[in-house]
């Protein structure tokens, strides 16, 4: 019996403080003018208020699940470095940042036989632990989207390596494949 009105009073008291908190917000004088509008009206600024609002109480994210624009940029020790290596301090400046490849496939391909190479590179760098995205966008150029920018110089060591790779094109440096070699400018 003593539980069951323990119960009965703890359930009262959680019904009194909704209510008090209801009666706190209901009141049409406390709210904020954009507040009372009807929902159809918000303005742009309105609905970034009330988002604002909505995040107020949310606990901050993981490091790992924050966008990329608000992550730490990783601590780079220059000790380490090479100065007389520039693609070595590149590689270490897009770690934890994406990235973008192009990739160029040589010996005028159709469009099916890029999709078929490239995706046959990608299953390569994937076995090698090297995550990138493939997007074809012409009949012999894909795009390689790595998220750890890092990567890309890995798989840049890899691509230039394969028969049919022409041109791998890495922060406007272009590395050619072993089976290329740059074009004669007239």
Same mark, same amino acid.
């Given at each position: /019996? %003593?539980?069951? &009105?323990?119960?009965?009073?703890?359930?009262?008291?959680?019904?009194?403080?909704?209510?008090?908190?209801?009666? %706190?917000?209901?009141?049409?004088?406390?709210? !904020? *003018?954009?507040?009372?509008?009807?929902?159809? $009206?918000? =303005?742009?600024?309105?609905?970034?208020?009330?988002?604002?609002?909505?995040?107020? +109480?949310?606990?901050?994210?993981?490091? $790992?699940?924050?966008?990329?624009?608000?992550?730490?940029?990783? %601590?780079?020790?220059?000790? @380490?470095? $090479? !100065?007389? +290596?520039?693609?070595?301090?590149?590689? /270490? &400046?897009?770690?934890?940042? =994406?990235? /973008?490849?192009?990739?160029?496939?040589?010996?005028?391909?159709?469009?099916?036989? &890029?999709?078929?190479?490239?995706?046959?590179? #990608?299953?390569?760098?994937? +076995? &090698?632990?090297?995550?990138? *995205?493939?997007?074809?966008?012409?009949?012999?150029?894909?795009?390689?989207?790595?998220?750890?920018?890092? #990567?890309?110089?890995?798989?840049?060591?890899?691509?230039?390596? @394969?028969?049919?790779? @022409? *041109?791998? =094109?890495?922060?406007?440096?272009?590395?050619?494949?072993?089976?290329?070699? !740059?074009?004669?400018?007239?």
């Amino acid at each position: /019996m %003593k539980n069951n &009105s323990v119960t009965i009073v703890c359930a009262l008291l959680s019904l009194l403080f909704v209510a008090f908190e209801a009666k %706190k917000y209901s009141d049409e004088k406390e709210k !904020p *003018e954009w507040a009372k509008k009807d929902v159809r $009206d918000y =303005t742009d600024a309105d609905l970034e208020r009330l988002f604002d609002q909505w995040e107020e +109480n949310d606990e901050p994210l993981e490091e $790992d699940e924050l966008p990329e624009y608000k992550r730490p940029a990783p %601590k780079i020790d220059l000790s @380490q470095l $090479d !100065p007389s +290596n520039p693609e070595n301090i590149l590689k /270490m &400046s897009k770690k934890g940042k =994406t990235l /973008m490849a192009f990739v160029t496939v040589g010996g005028n391909p159709t469009r099916q036989e &890029s999709e078929e190479l490239t995706a046959l590179w #990608q299953t390569g760098l994937m +076995n &090698s632990h090297i995550i990138a *995205e493939r997007f074809l966008i012409d009949d012999n150029r894909a795009i390689f989207m790595f998220k750890d920018g890092a #990567q890309a110089w890995e798989a840049k060591d890899f691509l230039v390596e @394969q028969e049919r790779l @022409q *041109e791998v =094109t890495i922060e406007n440096k272009p590395y050619y494949g072993k089976n290329y070699s !740059p074009k004669e400018e007239l």
